[in-house]
């Protein structure tokens, strides 16, 4: 079956940047919707960011003017460019491909992103 897998998590200073990616298996799967979830130690997941399939984008307000979610041409890989990083955005991040109303969606193992101060 379709298999997420992200990567570009590490640690960061305050105000540094990261890029995660998504990348989806499956030779005909594609990430048509998808977003990006975080967890914090002792906090329940929230969404950061999501990517509809026509490419309309939300984001929660902790992050909008800083994060953006994006796509390949292939619909392949989904990453998420993360800039002006605080320590709040310290959490286990999670991409998510939403397969529709009728069908469960898939999920990655995680990437931590530590920010320092």
């Known amino acids: 079956q379709v298999r997420l897998v992200e990567s570009g998590g590490g640690l960061v200073q305050a105000g540094g940047s990261l890029r995660l990616s998504c990348a989806a298996s499956?030779?005909?799967?594609?990430?048509?919707?998808a977003g990006w979830y975080r967890q914090a130690p002792g906090k329940q997941r929230e969404l950061a960011a999501f990517?509809?399939?026509?490419?309309?984008?939300d984001y929660a307000s902790s992050v909008k003017g800083r994060f953006t979610i994006s796509r390949d041409n292939t619909r392949s890989t989904v990453y998420l460019q993360m800039n002006d990083l605080k320590p709040d955005d310290t959490a286990v991040y999670y991409c998510?491909?939403?397969?529709?109303?009728?069908?469960?969606?898939?999920w990655g193992q995680g990437t931590q992103v530590t920010v320092s101060s």
């Open positions: 499956g030779s005909f799967f594609r990430l048509d919707a």
């Open positions: 990517i509809t399939s026509s490419d309309s984008t």
């Open positions: 998510m491909s939403d397969n529709g109303a009728f069908r469960p969606p898939y």
